[in-house]
């Protein structure tokens, strides 16, 4: 069965240090996003991407952040410099398409994302 | 606003109890879907369901089954016959364009 495969599984960083979280999302998919869930709190959407292009984002995507879709298959997340309060688990998803096709967005298994 | 309200923080159980998670939800939106996903200690978030906006059929599946209801806007899941297994934090998510507002999460306990 075809998945989202994100990696690394775990990264530590130093506060400063830019970081960049990768996923490889299903094949034929369109709609791309990532979540962030702080430990302990609930799922958070950062940024949803479509046609090469930011469609979304939240207040949490600031400046910091950046999203690339380098080569048509991986999809990146960048934090330009990581602050302590980054330390989180980032979910990638995708989805295949909008309504009248709708479905469920697949995730992946996460990058914990520790920043010292 | 939306917005996704699951009250209960934590529960407990005994395996082989029935055990319902409550989720309640805010949306201006006239067609929107719900979703329940299961993240277990490992961390991943596993789909569970989805139901939209203009299909209020409760559906089961196995010992899982779902209750839409749009006057009361809940869309509560209950487990029956809990297992061990079945020890996670389940969210509870809406969507109405694209993105996926999530509740703060049940962490249920099943204990043998």
């Known amino acids: 069965e075809p998945e989202v495969t994100q990696t690394p599984s775990h990264q530590v960083t130093q506060m400063g240090q830019e970081v960049i979280l990768r996923c490889v999302p299903i094949s034929n998919h369109l709609y791309f996003y990532w979540y962030r869930q702080i430990l302990g709190q609930k799922v958070e959407f950062l940024v949803s991407f479509y046609n090469n292009e930011i469609s979304e984002k939240s207040e949490i995507f600031d400046d910091q952040f950046s999203v690339e879709r380098p080569d048509g298959s991986n999809f990146t997340l960048k934090i330009r410099s990581t602050k302590l309060e980054d330390s989180a688990m980032y979910f990638c998803?995708?989805?295949?398409?909008?309504?009248?096709?709708?479905?469920?967005?697949?995730f992946g298994q996460g990058t914990r994302l520790t920043v010292v | 606003a939306q917005k996704v309200t699951q009250a209960q923080t934590e529960i407990s159980v005994v395996e082989k109890e029935d055990v319902t998670l409550d989720c309640v939800y805010e949306t201006r939106d006239t067609t929107y879907y719900l979703f329940w996903y299961k993240q277990p200690p490992s961390g991943e978030l596993v789909f569970l369901i989805r139901r939209n906006s203009f299909d209020e059929q409760n559906e089961i599946s196995g010992r899982y089954s779902w209750n839409f209801q749009k006057s009361t806007s809940s869309f509560n899941f209950t487990i029956t016959a809990s297992q061990v297994v079945d020890s996670a934090v389940y969210f509870c998510a809406l969507r109405g364009t694209d993105k996926l507002i999530f509740g703060t999460g049940t962490r249920l306990q099943v204990f043998p």
């Open positions: 998803a995708s989805k295949q398409g909008q309504a009248p096709l709708n479905t469920e967005a697949f």
